[in-house]
């Protein structure tokens, strides 16, 4: 296993995180395929556990509680999040300081943890005071409850005037950003990468494989493969486009020829850049677990990055003006 710091922060991740927005929890079957993948990824390094209490309405967090239980854990980098629907109650959402602070209880229940590594807000709250959200987490990080705090899809714009009220009120400082980041959504590298780089926030994606559409079960001409994703959840079915198609096609050549997965290939291509301290990936089995750490030993050369920037028609957003 490969690590990267986590930022500036002192803190090592490893390069490819296993996540449980996917997790199948809907039943005992499923759950111990589940539970392979989490021992797996244990065994073969990883460090990295992500969560979200929304996930799954908080049975994920659950699995994976048991999951890590047998594990040391001071060798373990677990993360949730905070901010969606939790409950039917006017205040069981949010980034309000109420609902923070009956958030993280829950999550450490969850997850048989008296602490959190990493501790998101999954999404930008407008209805509530950005001061209220920072000084509450902020908080959480003085009673040892969280280690490090992040947000999830902020814009810079955001990101910075967060940092504004964390240095004028002397709170514990953001340390992580994890945004959407694939070759299909590459908005990060426009300003995202750079504003997160210069403060010292370390980067970890989540959706490097893009809803599946990277997996390479998708292909043009060919019937969607049965209990797949794309059987089932919208974001995936809308990306599956011809004109998305016709570039996984060409990806899964420029894979074939690396000797790799499409998969594979996506994922050391999301590596590639050393901002990324780390890839939220998902596993339903063992198997494709695997197939994701085959990434660490992939490393594209210039004219393959080149070839895939000319595919996408990707250039980097600069505005001359005069």
């Known amino acids: 296993m490969r690590y990267r710091q986590l930022g500036k922060q002192g803190l ?3 390069e490819i995180a296993l996540g449980s927005w996917m997790t199948d929890v809907s039943s005992a079957e499923k759950q111990d395929l589940a539970r392979q993948s989490v021992v797996v990824a244990y065994e073969q390094g990883v460090n990295f556990f992500d969560c979200a209490d929304a996930y799954s309405g908080g049975a994920a967090e659950r699995f994976l509680g048991r999951s890590l239980a047998d594990f040391p854990r001071d060798e373990l980098v677990m993360s949730s ?3 969606f629907p939790m409950g039917e109650g006017t205040n069981d959402r949010g980034l309000s300081r109420k609902h923070i602070m009956s958030s993280i209880e829950r999550s ?3 997850l048989q943890t008296d602490y959190l590594d990493l ?3 999954h999404r930008f709250d407008p209805q509530t005071p950005l001061a209220e959200t920072l000084t509450a987490l902020s908080d959480l990080v003085d009673q040892g409850k969280i280690l490090y705090y992040g947000v999830s899809e902020w814009t810079p714009v955001q990101l910075l005037e967060a940092k504004l009220i964390i240095q004028a009120r002397g709170l514990h400082p953001l340390s992580v950003v994890q945004p959407q ?5 590459r908005y990060i590298e426009h ?3 750079d504003v997160c780089a210069a403060h010292g926030w370390g980067v970890v994606c989540f959706s490097p494989l893009a809803q599946g559409l990277l997996s390479g079960k998708y292909q043009k001409g060919q019937p969607i493969p049965a209990g797949s994703r794309a059987t089932y959840q919208n974001q995936i079915q809308a990306l599956l486009t011809l004109e998305n198609l016709d570039k996984v096609a060409e990806l899964t050549q420029m894979a074939k020829a690396a000797g790799v997965s499409l998969a594979t290939y996506s994922l050391a291509w999301a590596l590639r850049d050393q901002r990324v301290s780390s890839l939220i990936t998902g596993a339903s089995k063992p198997a494709q677990l695997l197939s994701n750490l085959q990434a660490l030993s992939v490393s594209l050369s210039a004219k393959e990055v080149q070839a895939i920037d000319e595919l996408f028609g990707f250039k ?4 001359q003006v005069g």
């Open 81 to 83: 999040k905070v901010f």
């Open 316 to 319: 980097k957003f600069h505005r």
């Open 181 to 185: 980041y694939n070759m299909f959504d």
């Open 108 to 110: 450490l229940k969850n």
């Open 191 to 193: 300003e995202l990468l």
């Open 119 to 121: 501790y998101f807000c």
């Open 12 to 14: 090592r991740v490893s």
